[in-house]
């Protein structure tokens, strides 16, 4: 079975300044998925990065990055220079190894709120 | 525009009411999933198809059945609503094969049991 762990339920950041938040998982798969997901109070679930298990590079788009530690089992998700508009719920996914078919287990989720 | 719409935003039903949550999505994927969030939980899997008239079993099934009769229906039965259904439901599909980017979600229905 896989799970994921963040144990951050709240953040409080500064505009402008890095924000890293948790995330570690377990599982038994050679190979799965990693993907932050961000929800705003809207409701709406937005895609923001993925990892797979076999990637050599940390992944990043645009403002986000990875921070992806195989031995550790973390997948930390680093925001540089935050914004208001990342006040959000993110959500930390993964899949199993048949990626097309796979169930995405989530963790808990972190409450951010950026402060001007 | 890929899109997975649910079709209520917010309802209210009571205590013993049958409820159909109804999701369309237009972008043929094969799979799609039912999610419930609640604060402090996360999102946990209700229910899922791979195909059409499939389905199977996620980690919280109890009180809910599911109907996937087309593609781009999928549709979640509260057989009996109860209070502590009371939550976010959200819709989400994929396609059969691997895309990096996971699942497209729904905007979410906020269901309230009185």
């Known amino acids: 079975a896989q799970k994921i762990t963040q144990t951050q339920p709240g953040m409080f950041v500064q505009e402008k300044e890095a924000v890293t938040l948790d995330c570690t998982y377990d599982t038994s798969d050679p190979s799965y998925g990693l993907f932050w997901y961000k929800q705003p109070s809207s409701g709406e679930m937005i895609f923001l990065i993925y990892q797979g298990s076999y990637d050599q590079q940390n992944a990043t788009e645009g403002r986000y990055s990875l921070n992806f530690q195989k031995a550790r089992k973390s997948a930390n998700l680093v925001i540089s220079a935050s914004q208001l508009g990342d006040s959000a719920m993110y959500f930390c996914a993964m899949s199993g190894a048949n990626f097309g078919n796979e169930k995405l287990t989530f963790g808990t989720g972190t409450r951010l709120t950026i402060i001007p | 525009d890929v899109k997975v719409t649910q079709s209520s935003r917010y309802l209210v039903k009571r205590t013993g009411e049958k409820v159909f949550l109804e999701c369309v999505q237009d972008m043929d994927h094969e799979n799609m999933f039912w999610y419930r969030q609640d604060p402090g939980l996360g999102l946990r899997l209700i229910y899922f198809s791979y195909d059409v008239k499939m389905k199977e079993k996620g980690d919280i099934p109890e009180g809910y059945s599911v109907s996937r009769e087309k593609k781009e229906r999928f549709s979640l039965i509260l057989e009996s609503a109860s209070t502590n259904q009371t939550s976010m439901y959200l819709c989400?599909?994929?396609?059969?094969?691997?895309?990096?980017?996971?699942?497209?979600f729904g905007s979410g229905t906020r269901l309230t049991v009185v």
């Open positions: 989400a599909s994929s396609p059969g094969t691997f895309l990096n980017y996971g699942y497209t």
